[in-house]
């Protein structure tokens, strides 16, 4: 009888070894994992700081294209009723207009060339097109 019982002591003592191992492969698998995803969803957001940093950028321009418009306006203005103004400065209103302008159109093309890259809203892997599943963690897209 003692023999049944250490026999069957020693088969829960080798499954609770494996239950061991077992348990400490996934806890590793689900920390990769885990750093995996915490990886991707740093660079998703790095990604979408820089460009939001450009598109105030572009706001900010934008803004100082119309303020500059509008002086320019006053002083165009300003002359149609009698107090004309230098046309050197008019002239330099004209060129910071043209140089905003231009800063403008590379700062938005630089946008525009951003490709739109699909990610998965569980993990923030990248994936396919037509994928109904993330690859990297399973979850439903």
């Known amino acids: 009888m ?5 026999e069957l002591l020693d088969i829960v003592c080798r499954n609770a070894a494996n239950a ?11 920390k990769a994992n885990a750093a995996n995803a915490a990886y991707a969803a740093g660079q998703v957001s790095t990604e979408l700081l820089a ?8 706001v900010e321009l934008e803004s ?9 306006g006053k002083m165009l203005y300003a002359t ?3 107090t004309p103004t230098e046309s050197e400065v008019m002239i330099e209103k004209l060129t910071e207009i043209d140089r905003l302008n231009e800063e403008l159109e590379i700062l938005k093309g630089g ?7 699909p990610t998965c809203s569980t993990c923030c892997a990248q994936v396919q097109e037509g994928d109904e599943f993330c690859r990297e963690c399973g979850g439903k897209l």
């Open 51 to 58: 460009t939001a940093k450009v598109r105030m950028k572009i």
């Open 20 to 30: 061991k191992e077992v348990a400490s492969e996934a806890a590793q698998t689900v």
């Open 2 to 6: 003692n023999d049944k019982i250490y």
């Open 80 to 82: 149609h009723t009698g």
């Open 111 to 117: 946008i525009a060339k951003e490709p739109v890259v």
């Open 64 to 72: 100082q294209v119309n303020t500059a418009l509008r002086d320019l």
